[in-house]
């Protein structure tokens, strides 16, 4: 897909902080050493950045969202035992409510770190990946 190469670069970055701090921390820690090592590889990245949630066109409120990478890419962290559905709800939703392809969802609480790309095959750079992959987790509500 058109952003694997960002997607890639992040995982690796979130794998060098799990594999040096291992599981177990909160939440922020991770999201601060996460930080040192998109800077260290020249990730152009905002952090804890608040962006507005739109319904029916209409502003209905804020979220920050951990990470938005290359004014592309949202990246939400977690610090849990195992990751579940809700949470890959959530990312989707996100997804779409910021109107952006495609969104990672990284946790660093478990053993392995696990991470999952969030699709909003709503937006329009996704049209064609809903059709030529099915298994692409789906973020639109039809």
């Not at 152009?44 to 319904?55: A, H, L, P, T, V």
Request: with cysteine; hydrophobic share 40%.
């Amino acid at each position: 897909m058109k952003h694997d190469e960002i997607t890639h670069k992040i995982i690796g970055c979130a794998m060098k902080v799990h594999s040096t701090l291992g599981n177990g921390f909160q939440e922020v820690i991770y999201q601060r050493a996460l930080a040192i090592e998109m800077q260290k590889i020249g990730l152009e990245f905002q952090r804890e950045m608040e962006m507005s949630i739109y319904y029916d066109g209409h502003d209905i409120g804020t979220r920050r969202v951990d990470f938005f990478v290359a004014d592309i890419i949202m990246v939400e962290l977690k610090a849990l035992i195992k990751l579940e559905e809700v949470h890959l709800a959530q990312g989707m939703n996100y997804c779409q409510a910021y109107n952006l392809p495609i969104g990672l969802l990284i946790n660093f609480g478990a053993k392995s770190l696990e991470f999952k790309r969030v699709y909003n095959l709503t937006h329009p750079e996704n049209k064609d990946y809903q059709k030529n992959n099915p298994s692409i987790q789906k973020s639109n509500k039809s």
